[in-house]
């Protein structure tokens, strides 16, 4: 991979791992809104008089951005994933790698929105409350699929466009 691309994985990882603090779940209800941030619903704090479930596999999402990191910024582990022969030619071994890190992240969130929907559900369906209208996604969130985006497409767009320039 190109020193540019390897940059940009990175930088990334590292905005996957700072969007883990900000806001992931965002609570509104009767005006007041409630942000949960990755490590608040992972650990299942009390805030503001809500209780939460801990849900420790919200840890995998920071966890497989650290570990990417790992892989890509130490400089002999690097060189052997690049040595390693896949079948696939066409990206090189530490492209895959990030390639299957960013849709496991993606799957991850995936699981933690379905399971924040359902849990919600079950708060408030009794009571007959829209569920759009107290429940979405916080910055936090939005900004860390996007980077599990960026991480799947990162090694496509080095191969195609940061190869020819150099």
């Not at 966890?63 to 022969?85: D, G, H, M, Q, Y």
């Not at 299957?100 to 559900?121: P, S, T, V, W």
């Amino acid at each position: 991979m190109s020193k540019m691309a390897l940059l940009v994985i990175r930088i990334t990882c590292l905005v996957v791992v700072g969007c883990f603090f900000l806001s992931y779940f965002v609570i509104s209800c009767q005006g007041a809104e409630v942000n949960i941030s990755g490590m608040e619903a992972a650990f299942g704090m009390d805030k503001e008089n809500i209780p939460l479930d801990p849900k420790p596999m919200l840890f995998v999402i920071p966890v497989i951005a650290l570990i990417l990191l790992l892989l890509l910024s130490v400089p002999s582990i690097r060189k052997k994933l690049e040595n390693i022969n896949f079948p696939i030619k066409i990206i090189p071994f530490s492209g895959i790698i990030t390639i299957l890190g960013g849709i496991i992240g993606i799957i991850m969130h995936i699981i933690a929105h379905n399971e924040a929907i359902g849990k919600i559900n079950s708060q408030m369906g009794g009571m007959g409350i829209n569920i759009s209208s107290i429940y979405h996604t916080g910055i936090g969130f939005k900004i860390s699929v996007i980077a599990f985006i960026v991480l799947i497409i990162m090694p496509f767009v080095d191969k195609i466009i940061l190869k020819k320039s150099e």
